[in-house]
């Protein structure tokens, strides 16, 4: 449940609630807004089931909160989350694009990559360095090598990085490189990794799994709250249905149900959505219309022969384009690019 204080509550109104409420041994959360505090019961509300909460002073009403994900829950927590990556804001007035290659091959791919999107006005760069593949004898990603290109090319660009991670070793390593961790589609439900990325002080990127509802995702993301890290932004990449002409179906509809569901950004992933070249550029244009906070578009020097995703990636040339053609869609929604 949530309780909602009076407008202008006091100081003190607000720690004689939470001091009640953690002396029956639940942990709440805090939610102070330009104009109202909303303080979150997290754990078994039937501990406070005889503490008169709505006679406390200050208190304006408690507003019962019935879905399994309470930190990632727009009651919790009404105003709009921006999660800073490095120097960038997501979920603020800029529209952030991560855009790079889907596995790190070599530092001068990497290096190459980096410049020219930063050239054409994107402010992450995203790379596979641990590269989980359907194949076992697809190529795996250079690992800790491939971490260390991305710090590289970060030192050189002043571009923020973000990787995924598939394990917790993984997690161990990359938190000395990157500056954020992304949780990639096949591990949305690794409850284990999700917890141990909780445990950094790094945001993470939460990809929604091939198969999950909405409410899954944000469940999975709750893993990762519940253990401090309030600094998550969810990904929309596509789901699998019966349609076989894209690689997934890309779920547009989940941008404005996050919207209204959880105050947690969210960006669109239209590369891994469709898997077809030809196709990111106008499902990038239909996300930012639909209200996303940013993008994820997979680049390469030379997508024909890339180790992976070369049929979805585009040319610098083609991206360049792509990134002017989504300034005018930025602006109609209320963001800069």
């Known amino acids: 449940m949530i309780i909602v204080m009076k407008p202008g509550a006091a100081k003190h109104s607000i720690e004689g609630v939470i001091s009640k409420i953690k002396a029956t041994g639940l942990d ?5 807004g330009k104009e109202v505090t909303i303080i979150g019961i997290v754990g078994d509300k039937s501990l406070v089931a005889g503490i008169n909460l709505e006679l406390a002073d200050g208190v304006d009403k408690i507003v019962p909160v019935t879905e399994s994900y309470k930190l990632s829950n727009r009651k919790f927590h009404p105003e709009n989350s921006v999660v800073q990556v490095g120097g960038v804001s997501i979920g603020g007035s800029e529209l952030a694009v991560m855009s790079g290659p889907c596995a790190v091959e070599s530092e001068d791919q990497v290096l190459a990559t980096a410049r020219a999107i ?4 994107a402010q992450i760069l995203r790379g596979g360095a641990y590269k989980p593949r359907t194949s076992p004898y ?3 990603g250079l690992e800790e090598d491939g971490l260390k290109l991305m710090k590289e090319a970060r030192e050189e660009t002043g571009l923020s990085v973000v990787c995924e991670v598939t394990s917790q070793k993984a997690i161990e390593t990359a938190v000395n490189y990157v500056d954020m961790l992304q949780i990639g589609a096949r591990n949305m439900q690794n409850f284990y990794l999700l917890k141990e990325a909780g445990k950094t002080n790094l945001p993470v990127l939460l990809k929604r799994g091939l198969s999950a509802t909405i409410d899954e995702w944000l469940n999975a993301a709750e893993y990762i709250m519940a253990e401090g ?14 349609e ?3 690689r997934n179906t890309l779920d547009l509809s989940a941008v404005p ?4 569901k959880s105050h947690l950004p969210v960006i669109v992933d239209p590369s891994h959505a469709t898997g077809v070249r030809d196709y990111v550029a106008p499902l990038a244009k239909a996300a930012v219309a639909c209200g996303c906070d940013g993008l994820m578009i997979e680049t390469h020097p030379n997508p024909a022969c890339a180790l992976s995703d070369g049929p979805q990636s585009l040319t610098f040339e083609q991206f360049d384009v792509l990134m002017n053609e989504l300034r005018p869609f930025a602006q109609l929604v209320g963001k800069t690019l």
């Open 244 to 246: 076989t002409a894209t």
């Open 229 to 242: 890290n309030q600094n998550v932004v969810l990904c929309e990449r596509g789901i699998r249905t019966f």
């Open 138 to 140: 697809s190529f795996q």
């Open 118 to 121: 930063k050239a054409s006005g």
């Open 28 to 32: 709440v959360h805090l939610s102070e």
């Open 257 to 260: 149900v996050i919207k209204a």
